[in-house]
């Protein structure tokens, strides 16, 4: 029975509830009445039910889709202004037990290479990372319980977090690894990881449980719940997502909101991200052979429902996705995106040999961070390197506080302004420099308190003379 505040998945994601859900969405698609009083109560900021938004998912009326599209990038605008966060993946190790059929890691796979990365492995690829400007990582990996150990995790997070190379450093690792224990997630806590990543992949039972047919993986109860062992874990950064493509996005959609709502019943804090992979072709891999890809449209129209369903969640978009695509979904309620991405174990340091490839997937976006960089300013975008609610403690309820008492903006805008500017000043190319300080000077002009205005007139003026203090609110 659907129950929100259950412990167990079968009822917190619970089938009956999905199915009713998408039949009240057909039954009320075109039912005005109803669509306005969903998009009135969105307008208040304070979410929509899976219910709700199942209708405006399901709702064909263009004039009604243009006005879900301008209250979404309005939405957008209120609590994330135009700060975009940047971060970067790191494979460290393909070797994975499980079966999953979409997958290029799955066990039967015998003609991807298998790595794994040493400690030595990562300094390097960290500190390659570091010369590009980035701050913020996802680790990445397969499960293999033997070689992909608690331990090994453990030592990585800590060798990454002790690279301080120029003035490059880490200062925030996510990670998105296979469910694991209470015990293993507080670890990770301990270890001072940033949000913890699990996708679900597929919300429906019937099909996770076809699609993951060998390994701990095809567990899925295990899987549902990992989010729930990961915050009594003390981890109340998480973040949720499914790939779409493997099953009908609307179920997905509804699942994934359900998740939600789950979590800030039980733990008082929804979730923290939610990511959108799209499945992609990879080795071994033929996205074709799966039914239910989704179009751009699609796509986009589902971010749109996510944002204005959970405004006080970031929301994430990989290099899975082109240039043209990430234009449209940034406009609409992406908060993250990654830059200059390698999906294989490796690759930042040196370039794999194409016969060698270790890659996840085909990567759609293939610019170096400059050119990301430079592309979103250009579209009046402040990319932001920040991580200091992180390191501040400002994370789980704490964080989302902050967001809802509309405080970001004297506190992550200044932020991402002083962040991309040392960015700025250790990284860019020329043009991408004198870009941005132009629009810095234009941008430091909407910290609305004047305090905290000079604050950072100063630092940033500091920043310059290449004067560095750790500079934060
Ligand atoms: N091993 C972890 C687990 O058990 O969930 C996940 C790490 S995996 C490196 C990250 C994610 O990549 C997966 O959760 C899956 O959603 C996604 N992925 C796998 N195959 C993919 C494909 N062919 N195209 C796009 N994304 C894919």
Request: glycine residues 6%; proline residues 4%.
């Amino acid at each position: 029975m659907y129950d929100v505040n259950s412990k167990h998945a079968d009822d917190f994601i619970n089938h009956e509830e999905i199915l009713e859900t998408l039949a009240y969405a057909d039954e009320n698609k075109e039912n005005v009445e109803l669509i306005d009083a969903i998009i009135e109560k969105a307008k208040k900021r304070k979410g929509l039910t899976h219910r709700e938004a199942s209708v405006l998912l399901a709702c064909p009326i263009e004039e009604k889709n243009q006005e879900i599209y301008k209250l979404a990038e309005q939405i957008k605008k209120d609590f994330y202004g135009n700060r975009i966060v940047m971060f970067a993946p790191l494979y460290l190790s393909n070797y994975c037990i499980n079966g999953c059929t979409y997958c290029p890691y799955h066990m039967k796979n015998k003609h991807i290479p298998r790595k794994q990365l040493s400690q030595e492995d990562i300094r390097r690829e960290v500190i390659a990372l570091q010369d590009m400007g980035h701050k913020r990582l996802a680790l990445e990996a397969g499960e293999d319980p033997v070689r992909n150990t608690m331990d090994y995790y453990l030592q990585s997070i800590d060798t990454i977090y002790s690279i301080k190379h120029k003035n490059g450093a880490i200062r925030r690792v996510n990670i998105n690894i296979a469910a694991t224990t209470v015990d293993n997630y507080r670890l990770l806590k301990e270890a001072g990881i940033g949000t913890y990543i699990l996708f679900q992949e597929t919300y429906h039972k019937e099909s996770y449980l076809e699609l993951h047919p060998t390994g701990p993986k095809h567990d899925y109860n295990y899987h549902t719940e990992a989010m729930d062992r990961a915050m009594e874990g003390g981890i109340d950064d998480v973040g949720l997502g499914v790939l779409f493509g493997l099953d009908k996005y609307r179920y997905e959609f509804a699942g994934l909101l359900m998740h939600a709502e789950h979590l800030e019943a039980a733990f008082g804090v929804g979730p923290h991200t939610i990511s959108v992979p799209r499945l992609k072709h990879a080795d071994d891999i033929n996205p074709e052979e799966f039914d239910n890809g989704i179009d751009d449209d699609t796509f986009l129209k589902i971010i749109a429902c996510i944002r204005i369903a959970v405004p006080y969640t970031g929301m994430i978009i990989s290099t899975r996705e082109g240039r043209k695509c990430r234009e449209r979904a940034l406009h609409l309620g992406i908060s993250q995106i990654s830059g200059a991405s390698r999906t294989s174990v490796g690759g930042y340091y040196e370039p794999e040999p194409e016969d060698e490839s270790s890659e996840q997937f085909d990567v759609s976006d293939n610019r170096t961070l400059d050119e990301v960089v430079h592309w979103l300013m250009e579209m009046g975008y402040i990319p932001s390197f920040c991580t200091a609610c992180y390191r501040e403690g400002r994370t789980g309820d704490r964080f989302m506080s902050l967001c809802k008492s509309g405080q970001i903006q004297n506190c992550c805008h200044p932020n991402a302004l002083m962040t991309l500017k040392e960015y700025l000043m250790d990284y860019a190319s020329p043009e991408t420099k004198a870009l941005g300080d132009r629009l810095i000077e234009k941008e430091v002009l909407n910290v609305p308190n004047e305090k905290v205005r000079k604050v950072v007139l100063e630092n940033l003026r500091l920043i310059e003379q290449d004067n560095r203090r750790d500079f934060r609110f």
